[in-house]
């Protein structure tokens, strides 16, 4: 009689596996069922306002766009925002400046053929602009820097 070789017993519990393997989602948004058997919310709504790191990276990779509160600098500068000044908050309440071209004139960041990386503002609570970014890609790429784009954390 040939040999059989035993297999370790892996059991998979359905609070473990995502069904929905047909969304985009699937890796951060676990569908799993707490204590109670209810079934736990997105920790990132479409229509939420969102301004830390992890909040913003998370919206941009499950949706691929940012979040409402964000505004273009041109778009800002039309509505009387003076980077020189700090007003954004006073004109814009709430807004965060994103959505503009990120160079990576530096190559700091991976290059592939099509690739453009785009930035935006990161822990904006009010005055001028602080430091810390996320640089973002067309295909998925989303990179933090809290040093103005002297080092660089991969996020997605």
């Not at 929905?20 to 204590?35: C, E, F, G, I, L």
């Not at 990276?57 to 409402?68: D, E, G, N, S």
């Not at 600098?73 to 000044?85: N, P």
């Amino acid at each position: 009689m040939p040999s059989q070789k035993s297999m370790p017993d892996v059991y998979i519990t359905s609070q473990e596996v995502s069904t929905d393997v047909t969304t985009p989602d699937v890796m951060t948004q676990k569908r799993s069922s707490d204590s109670s058997g209810q079934k736990k919310k997105s920790a990132i709504e479409a229509s939420g306002r969102y301004t830390s790191k992890e909040d913003v990276a998370l919206y941009i990779h499950t949706y691929k766009k940012l979040p409402q509160n964000y505004i273009t600098k041109q778009k800002a500068q039309e509505k009387g925002w003076d980077s020189k000044a700090g007003n954004l908050d006073k004109v814009l309440p709430g807004m965060s400046i994103g959505g503009s071209a990120f160079g990576n004139y530096e190559g700091q960041l991976p290059k592939a053929k099509g690739r453009k990386y785009y930035e935006c503002d990161i822990d904006y609570t009010g005055g001028y602009r602080n430091e810390k970014r996320l640089i973002y890609s067309n295909d998925g790429l989303v990179f933090y820097t809290q040093d103005h784009y002297k080092t660089f954390e991969q996020l997605y």
